[in-house]
């Protein structure tokens, strides 16, 4: 049973570059969260999508943007990049959208700005 | 509005000895409160839940967790910690909608031999 899956692992950019970034759910899931973690800090809510659509968003500008595709797998887009933007990227899946079920992350894309 | 609250950065602990890990909560409905954990350079891997019913919570890895509505805590416990339990643990809540979840900003766990 294959877990959440993201790519790349590693990159490294440069400032005012554009990056996406991808992620597979869980077998059998059908909803798609992205969390910035910076260092020394825990995860901070980006988006979630759910049948395709962007149904929460948190803090994070316009810069950021995101999609799912019809097999549930999705990406993060993040524009204009900043040095700020320097962090883990975790994708999570779950199924359905309810507050109660959990969700799963991946092992997140490491993402470094110069 | 939704937080968490880890008040404490580091626990250090001795094998075999009891540990407990501390979470304190806000949130505007009933709470969905998870434990996560996270090795160096990984991603975050589930422990538990609470959504509903018994107080107490078993995981895995031996891990469990009391919810107290009062006191607003959910509390990571193990009754006999091993060496491999080092590691960062972070609490979680989420309100009766889901999308959000809020993380505290993670307790480093050291347990010495």
């Known amino acids: 049973d294959a877990g959440v899956t993201q790519s790349p692992t590693h990159l490294i950019k440069t400032r005012g570059q554009q990056v996406t970034l991808r992620c597979s759910p869980k077998s059998g899931h059908d909803t798609v969260s992205w969390y910035q973690q910076a260092l020394g800090q825990g995860p901070q809510f980006i988006f979630q999508y759910y049948e395709e659509e962007e149904r929460q968003r948190g803090n994070f500008p316009d810069r950021f943007s995101g999609h799912q595709f019809p097999n549930y797998s999705s990406e993060l887009n993040v524009n204009a990049l900043l040095l700020g933007d320097s962090a883990l990227y975790l994708c999570?899946?779950?199924?359905?959208?309810?507050?109660?079920?959990?969700?799963?992350f991946g092992e997140g894309s490491w993402l470094t700005v110069v | 509005a939704q937080s968490v609250a880890q008040p404490e950065d580091q626990v250090n602990v001795a094998e075999g000895n009891p540990l407990t890990v501390k979470c304190t909560y806000s949130?505007?409905?009933?709470?969905?409160l998870f434990w996560y954990v996270q090795y160096p350079n990984r991603g975050l891997q589930f422990l538990l839940k609470y959504i509903t019913g018994d107080n107490l919570v078993k995981g895995s890895y031996g891990f469990e967790a009391e919810f107290n509505k009062s006191q607003t805590s959910f509390h990571l416990k193990k009754p006999s910690a091993l060496v491999s339990d080092s590691a960062l643990y972070f609490c979680a809540v989420r309100d009766g909608y889901a999308g959000k979840s809020t993380f505290g900003d993670g307790t480093t766990l050291t347990v010495k031999p």
């Open positions: 999570a899946s779950s199924l359905g959208d309810s507050g109660g079920n959990t969700i799963y």
């Open positions: 949130v505007s409905g009933n709470p969905y």
